[in-house]
C-alpha cells in the first residue's frame, strides 16, 4: 500500500499488475487452475472485453470434495477518473490523507474524509478494481486485512466502497467481507452516457423533439459558447442554482481548486469551464473534466430569470459537438435522480443517452457504534 503521503508501513505490499490487451480494450488473463478430477482442465483464458462487466462463472472442486463459486469479469471500457494518481494528488492538494493499493490483482485507492466530532471515514470512489485467478478468495481476504488494518490505525468508523460494477460486490461478499448497503452515497447511482461515436443526426433525433427545438431557440435568441477565464461567473451562478434547486455544493474554494490544479497538473486529467452567454454575460456554466476519451460534465449552474433564452441546451449541445469533433468516446452527464432531482435528471434524460446504473454504496463497519450513529445523522 503506498500513501502519497508516505509509505503505510504496516500494510506495505508490491505487486505487478498484469494488463491483457484485447481489441484496444483491457482484459484480465485468467488462468483456470481446476481440480481435474472433477473434468475441468486448466486453461489460459482471456476474458473478452464487454462495455459492462463480463462475467464468468465455474464451479471448480476442491480438494475436500466442495464446490467453491468463483466469479472473473473485466473491467469496462470507461476506467473511472476516480482511481487516477492523478485524482488521489487532487485530493491530498485539499488536505486529505490518501493511499494507493495495488497487490497485482486488487488496486484501489483511499481517501480519507473527516467528519463531526473527530471521526472519520475512509472512501473507496468507483473501485477497487480487481484482476482475480482462481484463488480469488485469499487476495480478498488479504485485501481485506490490509483495508481494515488502515483503518483501524486512522482511527476510521468505517470503510465506504462505492464501486463500478455488481460482480465487484459479489466478489468481495462472496470472499467474506462485510459490506451493508448504505443510503448514504458520495457519487452518483445513475448517469445518462452519450456515445459520441454516433453522427450529429443521430445524436438530434435520439433526444426528445424538445430539446432540439430549445437549442433552435437559444441560437436564434443569439446566445454565445465560450470558455470562461476564471470561475467567478460560475460561482455567482451556482449560488443561485443550489438555492432553487435544492443542491448541497462544495465551499467556493473547492471549484477553484477542481480547475485550477488540473490546468497546471501536466496529468492525464484536465479540467475546463464552459459558459453561455446571453446579452454578453454568462446565464449558463459548466464544469467539464476530460479523461481517457471522456468528458464528464462534473458541475453545472444557470440563471432562472434567463431561462427562456434555452441558454443550457445550447451549451450542451456545443460541448457534445465539440468533444465528439476532438475524438472523444463518451460524454457523461455524470449523476441522475429524479426523486431528488426531477428538473436536473428530466432535463440530462432528454438528450437520449443511455442510462447506466452503478450498484450503490456499501460500508464496511469497523466501529459498529459510531457507524450505527452515523447512519442516523
Known amino acids: 500500500m503506498e500513501d502519497v503521503r ?85 485530493q491530498k492538494s485539499l488536505g486529505r490523507r490518501v493511499w494507493r493499493l495495488d497487490d497485482g490483482y486488487i488496486s484501489t485507492t483511499i481517501v480519507r474524509h473527516d467528519v463531526r466530532l473527530g471521526k472519520n471515514y475512509l472512501y473507496i470512489p468507483h473501485g477497487p478494481v480487481l484482476e482475480l485467478e482462481a484463488g480469488t478468495r485469499e487476495h480478498v481476504r488479504h485485501f481485506a486485512r490490509l483495508i481494515r488494518g488502515l483503518a483501524r490505525d486512522e482511527g476510521s468508523i468505517f470503510v465506504k466502497y462505492e464501486p463500478l460494477h455488481d460482480a465487484v460486490v459479489e466478489v468481495l461478499k462472496r470472499n467474506g467481507m462485510d459490506l451493508r ?123 432562472r430569470r434567463y431561462r427562456n433564452a434555452m441558454a443550457p441546451h445550447l451549451l450542451h449541445w456545443e460541448l457534445l459537438m465539440r468533444y465528439r469533433g476532438a475524438g472523444f468516446k463518451y460524454y457523461d452527464f455524470w449523476g441522475i435522480d429524479a426523486e431528488r432531482y426531477p428538473g436536473v435528471s428530466r432535463f440530462k434524460l432528454s438528450w437520449g443517452g443511455r442510462v447506466v446504473e452503478y450498484p450503490g454504496s456499501f460500508d464496511m463497519p469497523i466501529s459498529g457504534f459510531w457507524h450505527w450513529l452515523w447512519k442516523r445523522t
Open 181 to 303: 448497503h448504505s443510503s448514504k452515497s458520495l457519487q452518483p447511482g445513475k448517469t445518462v452516457l452519450m456515445d459520441l461515436a454516433k453522427s450529429e443526426d443521430e445524436l438530434l433525433s435520439a433526444m426528445h423533439h424538445k430539446t432540439r427545438y430549445n437549442i433552435g431557440v437559444a441560437r436564434r435568441k443569439g446566445v454565445i459558447i465560450n470558455e470562461l477565464p476564471d470561475a467567478d461567473a460560475f460561482l455567482s451562478l451556482l449560488e443561485e442554482t443550489t438555492e432553487r434547486e435544492g443542491f448541497r455544493s462544495h465551499p467556493p474554494e473547492y471549484y477553484r481548486s477542481l480547475l485550477s490544479f488540473f490546468a497546471r497538473s501536466g496529468g492525464d486529467i484536465k479540467t475546463r469551464l464552459f459558459g453561455a452567454l446571453y446579452e454578453g454575460a454568462p446565464v449558463a456554466a459548466a464544469i467539464v473534466l476530460e479523461h481517457d476519451g471522456v468528458a464528464y460534465y462534473l458541475h453545472g449552474a444557470s440563471a
Open 6 to 90: 508516505g509509505p503505510v508501513r504496516n500494510g506495505a505490499i508490491s505487486g505487478v499488475r498484469r494488463p491483457h490487451p484485447v481489441g484496444g480494450r483491457m482484459a484480465c488473463q485468467v488462468r483456470i487452475q481446476a481440480a481435474v478430477s472433477r473434468g475441468f482442465p486448466g486453461a489460459d483464458v482471456p476474458i473478452r472485453p464487454a462495455d459492462q462487466a463480463t462475467i464468468v462463472r465455474a464451479q471448480v472442486g476442491a480438494q475436500r470434495g466442495e464446490t467453491l463459486s468463483f466469479l472473473w469479469y473485466t473491467e469496462s471500457v470507461m476506467p473511472s477518473f476516480l482511481q487516477t494518481h492523478d485524482w488521489l494528488s487532487f
